[in-house]
């Protein structure tokens, strides 16, 4: 009885504490596990390359000091570092993203499901904010100037406008090894195949011809 007392109570301890643990990524289980990108084996994240065949490349990229293309729609343009680029980010639970801002440029509203995100200001202005979840929907907004320094939550609505005349360019860390984006403009009106236009109209409140004429620039 005394033995079935104690194992519940450490079954008990061991709930508790894993309830009260946080982490975007699986913590670490050894040095590192470079991707193995040819791997046909799928888990939660990528398998590991054999430790022989590791080498100083795997955690290696050159490349954030060249501006991104900004002749785009939004004009901006996101140049990330994940585990797609560097694959000795694998479950290191962290990368990077350059954003290039041509001036009035934007990023659009979106989120990151996995990523805590926090932002330095290189070059330029930009006006940034974040919205919380329902039902609040409070909106935290703020300029911030070259050196500024601004974390978004994870998983909030989140954009950066150039309110400037000048390029602006920023670093952001975020807390995952694949963030992942949602952007939600593409994600409600870009979908495929497209959301029934019954549950956009009746979701947003507008005419049907509102919604064709806004998926049609998607």
């Not at 193995?36 to 054999?50: E, M, Y």
């Amino acid at each position: 009885m005394a033995i079935r007392v104690l194992l519940l109570a450490g079954a008990l301890l061991v709930l508790a504490c894993s309830h009260g643990a946080t982490a975007s990524d699986p913590s670490l289980l050894q040095d590192f596990c470079v991707a193995d990108k040819t791997s046909p084996v799928r888990v939660n994240g990528l398998a590991c390359k054999a430790a022989k065949e590791v080498v100083v490349e795997d955690f290696y990229f050159s490349g954030l000091h060249v501006a991104g293309n900004t002749t785009n729609k939004q004009g901006s343009s996101v140049t990330a570092v994940n585990v797609a680029q560097i694959g000795g980010l694998n479950t290191m639970g962290v990368s990077l993203v350059r954003i290039d801002y041509a001036p009035f440029g934007l990023n659009p509203p979106h989120t990151h499901p996995r990523s805590t995100e926090i932002l330095t200001v290189l070059e330029g202005c930009l006006h940034v904010g974040f919205v919380t979840s329902n039902p609040e929907n409070k909106h935290f907004e703020k300029v911030l100037n070259k050196g500024d320094i601004f974390v978004f939550p994870k998983g909030l609505v989140h954009y950066q406008y150039n309110n400037g005349t000048t390029h602006a360019v920023v670093l952001a860390a975020l807390s995952s090894q694949n963030p992942g984006v949602i952007t939600v403009a593409n994600a409600v009106f870009g979908a495929e195949p497209s959301i029934p236009v019954g549950i956009t109209t009746k979701a947003f409140q507008v005419e049907k011809n509102t919604v064709d004429w806004i998926q049609a620039q998607f």
